[in-house]
């Protein structure tokens, strides 16, 4: 069981081949609509597209145990599960002997001798359908508030989009199967897909997450500050490696008379940049609030690695064979900002 949040918390449960991935939220106040519509528009933007997305294809039908009732929350804890319908881990039986490169395999063998490899484990992708439910629940709690979150593809290997966007561009990229901003940076990121998997190889890139809606002053300080909670739980997420808000890592090469945000009074206070990406002192400072998270490669890969035989402790070669993604990217957008949507959630109940 992994958890996250104090008043709304979440807790994930289930394993990539366990008969059921689920979870459990509380503290979702009563009478809150809840569209299952909704949960499975968001639950249909983590699905793999045809060709650029592992062919691992499953139902996904969310069956709901308690806390829903006629459409609304009842206040008690909702807990839900998924059943996973794929679960033949006879492939995976290799890398308990020669462990996959890039993949957990290694540290969860040497930190549990009796741990067997059975898909991805606890650290598989899959779990992640039982998240973005949850994440689809915060995403309704917010929205009744004014707060909405949507996130997009920024880059895929070498094709990266360097405009500026908007949160209705992040919107609009789901019509696409990269979750790219254009047509055409969708159509140059699936040949970067299909190129990589083509050569048995795999690619990362990067999201970026869009949240508006929040007043000024919202927020924590230090360890609730909006952005170390925000970075803790998209790094939750599996194969993420960084995390920036706002200009983040370029900040370094600016001078403080660029890079801060200069106020300016049109019918309330405004802000002519937002190079700080919305946060100031981890609090709202009323522009939206943006930042980037880059998803390495998919680790599992039909190239050959060196790895080494665990048994003879001898140096050997793997390859993974089966269903993978040849890239994360499109389908951990909607996971972005699910985890998103839980801690402004959380961080919004704390505020009442
Ligand atoms: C939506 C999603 C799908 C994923 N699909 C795969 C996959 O098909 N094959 C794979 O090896 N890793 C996949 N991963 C990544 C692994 O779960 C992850 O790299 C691994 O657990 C090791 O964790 P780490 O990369 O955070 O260190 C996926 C991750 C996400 C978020």
Same mark, same amino acid.
């Given at each position: 069981m992994y958890k996250l949040g104090s008043q709304v918390a979440y807790t994930l449960y289930g394993e990539s081949?366990?008969?059921?991935?689920?979870g459990f939220l509380d503290g979702i106040p009563k009478d809150t609509d809840i569209s299952i519509d909704q949960i499975k528009r968001d639950l249909?933007? *983590?699905? !793999?597209?045809? =060709?650029?997305?592992t062919p691992r294809i499953e139902p996904d039908e969310v069956e709901f145990?308690?806390?829903?009732?006629g459409g609304k929350a009842t206040g008690e804890r909702i807990h839900y599960r998924i059943k996973n319908t794929n679960t033949d881990s006879s492939k995976y039986?290799?890398?308990? *002997?020669? !462990?996959?490169? =890039?993949?957990?395999?290694?540290?969860?063998?040497?930190?549990?001798?009796?741990?067997?490899?059975k898909g991805g484990n606890q650290f598989s992708g899959r779990l992640t359908v039982s998240v973005v439910v949850a994440g689809s629940i915060a995403r309704q709690l917010i929205s009744q508030h004014g707060i909405s979150v949507a996130a997009f593809t920024r880059a895929i290997g070498k094709v990266r989009d360097d405009e500026e966007r908007s949160f209705e561009d992040a919107v609009k990229a789901k019509e696409f199967q990269t979750k790219a901003a254009t047509s055409e940076l969708d159509s140059m990121m699936t040949r970067e897909i299909k190129d990589a998997s083509a050569d048995n190889d795999s690619v990362g890139g990067v999201v970026e997450c869009i949240a508006v809606g929040l007043p000024v002053g919202f927020g924590g300080t230090w360890f609730e500050s909006v952005d170390s909670e925000i970075a803790r739980a998209v790094f939750s997420i599996p194969a993420c490696k960084g995390v920036e808000f706002g200009k983040g890592f370029g900040l370094a090469e600016m001078r403080g008379s660029e890079s801060n945000d200069p106020y300016y009074y049109d019918h309330g206070v405004k802000l002519r940049s937002n190079?700080?990406?919305?946060?100031?002192?981890?609090?709202s400072d009323g522009a939206p609030v943006v930042f980037r998270a880059v998803f390495k490669p998919t680790p599992s890969i039909g190239k050959e690695q060196d790895t080494v035989d665990l048994k003879d402790m001898s140096n050997a070669k793997v390859k993974v064979e089966g269903r993978h993604d040849p890239c994360i990217v499109p389908r951990a957008v909607i996971v972005v900002e699910s985890v998103t949507c839980l801690v402004l959630a959380d961080?919004?109940?704390?505020?009442c």
């Open positions: 081949h366990s008969e059921f991935i689920g249909a933007l *983590r699905k !793999p597209a045809a =060709g650029i997305g145990l308690s806390g829903i009732l039986d290799i890398f308990n *002997r020669t !462990p996959r490169p =890039g993949h957990a395999d290694l540290p969860a063998l040497v930190k549990s001798p009796d741990h067997r490899i190079n700080m990406g919305g946060i100031l002192g981890g609090m961080q919004m109940r704390r505020e």
